[in-house]
């Protein structure tokens, strides 16, 4: 079976998950004009953990014709006090619920590693975030749900950068862990430029793990280069100069991945972060990854 699409609102991620400007309901309204296969979710959407709010937003999503293919949770599992982590490990495990309960058995729910805590070891972070991911596989496991961690680079409502930030780090992160069934990896190719990594040199690492991708863009303004966006840590950050545009239009070589994930016949689902610059640029996204799926995948929406 050919990836499926579907599509994240980065540019309301605010407006729903922060300031409550706008609803997630009304986000699903709007999306009907996408040509998308599902819509991906944040934790930070709902107002409720309800039984019967979360089912109205997954009849919602149902009636305008998606799936809810992946629901975003950003567990922060370096953080330095023990009771904190206990905390995140029993909120990504209620998270697991909701994402059984919006998506069924197969469904992704993000895991990530937690913030760089500027005071946390690179080898007690990795021994925590191990510690607290074992914990909630056994969750996992008991609705089907798979774990996927993403090579991320900061929540919004964060403090500090992902602490796997850096390839070398998430690639320890993800050996140190042994399940295949229900943990993978949540594959971002911006974020790894964010990191002032190579997304295609990541996607060989991992191509074999891979669950779930991202497909977002970014180009540099005029005049700068990569260069100029590191910071004094290697890592690039959002820099002004880095900017989202349409999917195929910026940084990323997409002929490169999409040829990996062909090889690797990946058949799973492939969500854009975008629309920065308005639904319009969203659409042309989407359409450019219909186009790319037709080609390496040879066949058409699925």
Known sequence: MAPRISAFPKCYLDDIAGKRTMTVFEWIEMAKQLDADGLEMYEGFFTSLDPDYLDSVGKAISDAGFLMPMLCCSPDFTNPDADARKRAVDHEAAMIAVTHRLGGKGTVCRVLSGQRYPNVARKQGIEWVVECIEQVLPVAREYGVILGLENHYKDGFWTYPEFAQKQDVF???LAAIDEREYFGVQYDP????VAG????ELLRHV???VVSMHASDRYLAEGATLQDLMQSDGTIGYSANLRHGVTGKGLNDYDAIFGILAQQKYDGWISIEDGMN???EMAESLAFLRMMVAKYFGGAKS
Do not use: F, H, T, Y
């Open 171 to 173: 690639l320890e992160l």
């Open 190 to 193: 911006s974020n790894a430029i």
């Open 197 to 200: 990594d190579d997304p295609v």
């Open 207 to 209: 191509a074999d793990r």
């Open 278 to 280: 308005g639904m319009g």
